[in-house]
């Protein structure tokens, strides 16, 4: 996880980044392959995977790679993801009064 001295700056840098909220509210219905995310955000395969990658530093989301044939990794919100539900929900409902 980043140690920032603002950290809200940080996520609210993160999350204006372009794709960052469609992947976290994908992941709040639950776990996600990365093909899923990529179909439910339309974003490209280096985008969705930097963006996973900074979230993952953030400690929002998770990666959970299995060991099998073919290779399966499933995405997932962390406890510290899970709690900005609440705020994502809101921004959506403020997006409906633009």
């Known amino acids: 996880m980043l140690e920032?001295?603002?950290p809200i700056e940080v996520f609210?840098?993160?999350?204006?980044?372009?794709?960052?909220f469609p992947i976290l509210w994908a992941l709040v219905r639950g776990p996600q392959r990365f093909s899923a995310l990529q179909q439910e955000t339309g974003l490209p395969p280096r985008t969705l995977s930097l963006r996973?990658?900074?979230?993952?530093?953030?400690?929002?989301v998770s990666r959970t790679a299995y060991s099998q044939v073919p290779p399966r990794v499933d995405y997932a919100?962390?406890?510290?993801?899970?709690?900005l539900k609440?705020?994502?929900?809101?921004?959506?409902?403020w997006e409906k009064t633009l």
């Not at 996973?52 to 929002?60: N, T, V």
């Not at 609440?86 to 409902?93: K, R, S, Y």
Request: net charge negative.
């Open 4 to 6: 920032v001295e603002r």
């Open 12 to 20: 609210l840098e993160i999350l204006g980044r372009r794709g960052s």
């Open 52 to 60: 996973l990658k900074e979230l993952e530093d953030f400690a929002l």
């Open 77 to 83: 919100l962390t406890k510290k993801g899970e709690g």
């Open 86 to 93: 609440g705020a994502l929900e809101a921004l959506l409902e």
